[in-house]
């Protein structure tokens, strides 16, 4: 008790500006079964969402880290929850609420296919074909941003672009109904661009403009990125 | 010169019955893009195929192991090929050849779709969503076994299946015209079953007939199955 006081006195509330504020990180992609071998994924590796689940956990926030499937290790000091669905992670997101800012990292399937098949699908002989029937999944950024009771005071939502990044940022931001958007931009190339690697080129879309940050790894994107979240929770009170 | 002799003495052929073989090893999922972040994968890990191929090379053989996306480390003595695809998993097996052996343990996707979206297949807030049509991948298994020159001697296909195990295994040493196939049941539960896990339960269905085995770790598998693989050869006088 005492020793806690003593360590609360010098970490104090300068090093840890998120003190007493639950944060919910989405991070990693998700996985929608065609059938119980196959799914669709993406190529969402993690990084990103995984080193701002730590970043906001060093300035003293309790983070709830929900994960699609990655081979990211779970971050020191966060609690993480392993979903595999962008349903199973709506569900999780709404589980971890109330939350003072959500962060929604995670690269969630638009679409699931519509009735799973509950045996392997198999080639038949005759060349035909399955067709993937698709239906939209639920949309998280869109439901948390548009709560009516018990919105986090600050949502805050990722677009992986490959073309117009700013512009689909842009509208994005107003369709989401989110306080900013952190676009980047993916590239088109057969690499995939930045999806898996370290670095990334990141544009913070707010109600308020646009910061284009230089090139930077995503350790720094993620420290830097905490940091602005920090300053806007002690200038907004929230 | 003397040193590999003297060497070459003491391993002797009854450690190294393989030597001077070149075997192919297919391991792992293929990835199947739908646009330049999405696509379609299955849950093999390429933990029995990557197993198979180091048993094979413990044994003497030269072995190229074709590997699709896995996290599995390359199996050391082992040559191992990156692809992402079917149709480049292919193109790598066929630049490969000749060899007098080719195991294919991966799960390549039977299908891949129709036309890859060159950009980010986006919601356009109509609530429409896209249908994937999908088109027969090249069956590697098949090219394989009814090539007409250089053919590998033995041709050894897997099986994952969720039902009917060794009906649908007979069926495809049939349809493909391979030597054995290596059938597993993997289950129809949520968690994939025997996929990604450490165990499999396996029958070696070939024209003479069935051996069912034991329930055995992958690493297990791999060593009964590279044996029995090197009696085939000896057998044979492949």
Redesign the interface.
């Known amino acids: 008790e005492i020793l806690g006081r003593i360590l609360a006195f010098y970490e104090g509330e300068a090093n840890r500006p998120l003190d007493g504020r639950h944060v919910i990180v989405t991070s990693g992609p998700t ?1 929608e079964p ?1 059938d ?9 590796s993690g990084k990103q969402g995984h080193a701002l689940a730590a970043a906001l956990a060093r300035l003293g926030a309790r983070v709830t880290l929900v994960s699609g499937p990655v ?1 990211e290790p779970d971050p020191t000091g966060v609690q993480t929850i392993h979903v595999e669905t962008a349903r199973d992670m709506a569900q999780a997101v709404e589980d971890a609420l109330p939350a003072s800012v959500a962060v929604c990292a995670a ?1 969630v ?3 699931r296919v519509d009735g799973e098949a ?6 038949d ?1 005759s ?1 035909a ?8 999944n639920p949309d998280i950024l869109a439901s948390l941003s548009r709560r009516n009771q018990g919105r986090p005071a600050l949502v805050i939502g990722f677009a ?4 117009k990044v700013v512009d ?1 940022a842009r509208a994005k931001l107003a ?1 989401k109904g989110c306080d900013w958007i952190v676009a980047n931009d ?4 057969p690499d ?2 930045v ?1 898996g690697s370290t670095d990334n080129t990141v544009h913070i879309v707010t109600g308020e403009g646009i910061e284009s940050w230089p090139k930077l790894s995503k350790i720094e994107v993620a420290a830097r990125l905490a940091a602005r979240i920090a300053l806007t929770v002690k200038e907004r009170n929230i």
Chains 1, 2 share one sequence.
């Open positions: 996985h065609i119980p071998v196959r799914y669709i994924a993406n190529r969402s081979t690269a399937a638009d679409w509950g045996q392997k699908i198999k080639k002989g060349g074909v399955p067709t993937l029937s698709l239906v939209e992986a672009e490959t073309e689909h369709r993916v590239g088109s190339g995939g661009g999806m």
